[in-house]
């Protein structure tokens, strides 16, 4: 049981909310629920909470506007719902930062089970935790995997969205090796994410565009495409 979790779930219907919210306090959690964007920043601004139950399609401000206005780096963690079929709401969730995604209707325990892989990834990561400060360098390239800074061999920094930070670490993690969409997706997502190659190609080549400093393309030779099989980094790593 964990009493001091906090859980916001932010959806227009009144019954999903009812249902999320008890099945989850019946697990231990404290949970409020907004019904709308700005009921939602009523709740943030007067409680703090660790993760939020986002849904998408609502009416004024849909949930990828709301989550659009967070800030990523001090927000809570985000479990986004929507419909199933939305394929292009779940790239720019993904992309903008969100943490999972679930299609509706959702299952309470595969939920559950969500939540709690979210809050252990974020648990892991938490500035209030031992961490040792570690830059990762390649091909001229330097990542700062504690303050997810990108710098360029001209020393400029580039923005990193969370999904492209993300998928960067995972393959520094593992150069020269082929990896799976599938095997990018578990490990920066987690065990429970959806399989979702879309998703992982799209910020691919977002990842690329980045990478891409120079005339002779060398965003694509950091990242080689190996047909029917995945990705691979193909420059050395180095950890400072």
Known sequence: MDLTTRILVVDDDAG???V?????RGHGYIVDDAQDGPAMRTRLQTA???LIVLDVMMPGEDGLT???GLDRQRAPAVIMLSVIGQD???IVG???GADDYLAKPVNPRELLARIRSVLRRRDQASPNAPTIRAVVTFAGWSLDTTARQLTDPEGILVNLSDGEYRLLDTMLGHP???LTRDFILEHSRGVNAEHFD??????VSRLRRKLDRSDDRAGEDLIRTVRNEGYMFTADVRKA
């Open 88 to 90: 292009v709401d779940r």
């Open 94 to 96: 993904l992309e903008m």
């Open 16 to 18: 999903i909310r009812e």
């Open 48 to 50: 703090h909470y660790d």
């Open 198 to 203: 879309r998703a992982i190609d799209v910020q």
């Open 176 to 178: 020269r090796r082929v």
């Open 66 to 68: 709301l989550l659009r």
């Open 20 to 24: 999320v919210a008890s099945f989850l």
